[in-house]
């Protein structure tokens, strides 16, 4: 519970609570380097994002959800993920006390975190891997959009140094 923050929430969570509420939903029932699949058959920068962007968009409430929830209740919360599409963060930002950081890794860092990641899943690497390229696009745009908003982007090497720099941030 270091910096008073109570809980910690992956938006994966998220996303898995609302697949199973809305099954049928075609943007929340795929992965958010795949659903450019949905905007046609070329996996370009364009459909990727434009994949990744409705793709988000599936949980935005939720999200907006817990952070008033907790804002409510004077509670601090750390929520993490993918799903956190620079759109919505504009949005959380303008509305309540929140906080930003965006994690940066590098290609090989991140074949390896997938790697380490799936030991404990029931799914093999290669799903992963053969999408690949829109997973690190998807990572090159949120990193961009940081930047571009002044928001403070952390290399992700290892847990040892980015905890500290998480907190460096937040105490300012």
């Known amino acids: ?18 697949v199973t509420q809305e099954p049928q939903n075609k943007y929340i029932n795929t992965y958010s380097f795949k659903s450019w699949e949905l905007f046609g058959k070329k996996q370009s920068q364009k459909n990727v994002l434009l994949g990744y962007e409705k793709y988000s968009e599936q949980i935005e409430k939720e999200i907006s959800g817990i952070i008033k929830i907790n804002d409510s209740l004077g509670k601090s919360v750390i929520i993490e993920g993918v799903h956190l599409h620079p759109k919505l963060i504009g949005k959380l930002v303008k509305k309540n006390n929140v906080q ?6 590098t290609s090989r860092e991140h074949k390896r975190n997938i790697i380490n990641r799936l030991k404990e899943s029931y799914q093999q690497p290669k799903f992963y891997f053969n999408n690949f390229k829109a997973i690190r696009e998807l990572n090159y745009f949120l990193v961009d959009c940081a930047r ?9 090497k290892n847990l040892k140094s980015v905890i500290p720099s998480i907190i460096k941030v937040i105490n300012g």
């Open 100 to 105: 930003i950081v965006c994690l940066s890794v």
């Open 1 to 18: 519970m270091e910096l008073g923050i109570e809980q910690t929430i992956d938006t994966d969570i998220i996303r898995g609570i609302k």
């Open 148 to 156: 571009k908003y002044n928001l403070p982007v952390i290399e992700n």
